[in-house]
């Protein structure tokens, strides 16, 4: 029940105040949990390790003390949904490849986006909705059924309809047939029994969820990513739409699908892991 007052509370604030002074806020919050946050950290540090080997502690370190001050921001642009209009848009948002989604959905067999725990990925899906796209998001509930419905309400008012995970295969599907869009993360496993696959070079669970839907469906998959630039402006990048011609062998379709969509995250992770949001071991070892 706290977390739904915090998350109350941040709001108020986020919606309140000039953005800048929010985002140096936040900031300062961050520093400060970064201060104390021993587990957290030592978690963060250790997956960028295994990204980049080569790097020295001081470089792993400062990486990590940006993506606790990135996830700070990540967190007041979700707070500030209600004041994102097409003014916002316009000005803060470049759009790259947009008609990749047009190309799509003109085969009229609905659209599998793939994204991942990078950037913003909710406030990509509530541009893209906002553009007048048919979005549906996969979304993992909260324990606590206050704090579901805050998220689940701050999207909705921006026009992302929420699949619940867990109750999402039959809706996906449902939504795929009716040639819209289903948004899910493809990075990471939340019920650990996902495929186990090399990800850097070490195993992890993957999750099946946009290569099974894209595989029964006949959806295109297509990655998207909004990311942070230096200036606190986004852009929204999206990338060709996955061609993969299947096999008799489902396994093997499978694995092949998730391998190609995997090589793509890898590339924005490591352009980008400021802007990767794992606070928790992430490898099978």
């Given at each position: 029940?706290?977390?739904?007052?915090?998350?109350?509370?941040?709001?108020?604030?986020?919606?309140?105040?000039?953005?800048?002074?929010?985002?140096?806020?936040?900031?300062?919050?961050?520093?400060?949990?970064?201060?104390?946050?021993?587990?957290?950290?030592?978690?963060?540090?250790?997956?960028?390790?295994?990204?980049?080997?080569?790097?020295?502690?001081?470089?792993?370190?400062?990486?990590?003390?940006?993506?606790?001050?990135?996830?700070?921001?990540?967190?007041?642009?979700?707070?500030?949904?209600?004041?994102?209009?097409?003014?916002?848009?316009?000005?803060?948002?470049?759009?790259?490849?947009?008609?990749?989604?047009?190309?799509?959905?003109?085969?009229?067999?609905?659209?599998?986006?793939?994204?991942?725990?990078?950037?913003?990925?909710?406030?990509?899906?509530?541009?893209?909705?906002?553009?007048?796209?048919?979005?549906?998001?996969?979304?993992?509930?909260?324990?606590?059924?206050?704090v579901n419905n805050f998220f689940d309400n701050q999207r909705n008012?921006?026009?992302?309809?929420?699949?619940?995970?867990?109750?999402?295969?039959?809706?996906?599907?449902?939504?795929?047939?009716?040639?819209?869009?289903?948004?899910?993360?493809?990075?990471?496993?939340?019920?650990?029994?996902?495929?186990?696959?090399?990800?850097?070079?070490?195993?992890?669970?993957?999750?099946?969820?946009?290569?099974?839907?894209?595989?029964?469906?006949?959806?295109?998959?297509?990655?998207?990513?909004?990311?942070?630039?230096?200036?606190?402006?986004?852009?929204?990048?999206?990338?060709?739409?996955?061609?993969?011609?299947?096999?008799?062998?489902?396994?093997?379709?499978?694995?092949?699908?998730?391998?190609?969509?995997?090589?793509?995250?890898?590339?924005?992770?490591?352009?980008?892991?400021?802007?990767?949001?794992?606070?928790?071991?992430?490898?099978?070892?």
């Amino acid at each position: 029940m706290l977390n739904y007052y915090l998350y109350r509370f941040g709001q108020f604030i986020a919606v309140s105040f000039p953005l800048k002074l929010v985002y140096g806020f936040a900031v300062f919050l961050a520093d400060f949990y970064y201060f104390f946050a021993f587990r957290d950290r030592r978690f963060v540090k250790a997956n960028l390790k295994v990204i980049f080997p080569d790097k020295t502690n001081r470089q792993l370190r400062k990486i990590s003390h940006k993506v606790f001050q990135n996830f700070a921001k990540y967190l007041v642009d979700f707070f500030r949904f209600e004041k994102l209009n097409s003014e916002y848009i316009n000005k803060k948002i470049k759009l790259e490849n947009i008609h990749y989604f047009n190309d799509a959905l003109a085969a009229g067999k609905g659209v599998v986006v793939l994204t991942a725990h990078l950037g913003n990925w909710e406030l990509g899906g509530v541009v893209i909705a906002q553009l007048g796209y048919p979005f549906w998001a996969v979304a993992l509930p909260h324990k606590n059924k206050k704090v579901n419905n805050f998220f689940d309400n701050q999207r909705n008012r921006k026009g992302v309809k929420v699949i619940a995970m867990g109750k999402a295969v039959r809706s996906c599907i449902s939504e795929i047939k009716k040639n819209h869009m289903v948004a899910l993360v493809g990075d990471r496993d939340f019920t650990e029994k996902g495929i186990v696959l090399d990800f850097f070079g070490m195993p992890t669970h993957f999750p099946e969820g946009p290569a099974a839907l894209s595989l029964l469906t006949g959806a295109s998959i297509v990655p998207g990513f909004m990311l942070r630039n230096p200036d606190d402006s986004f852009t929204l990048r999206i990338e060709k739409p996955i061609v993969f011609s299947p096999s008799q062998d489902k396994a093997k379709n499978l694995t092949d699908l998730i391998m190609i969509y995997k090589n793509i995250i890898e590339d924005y992770i490591r352009k980008y892991p400021e802007q990767w949001y794992v606070f928790r071991k992430f490898w099978v070892k």
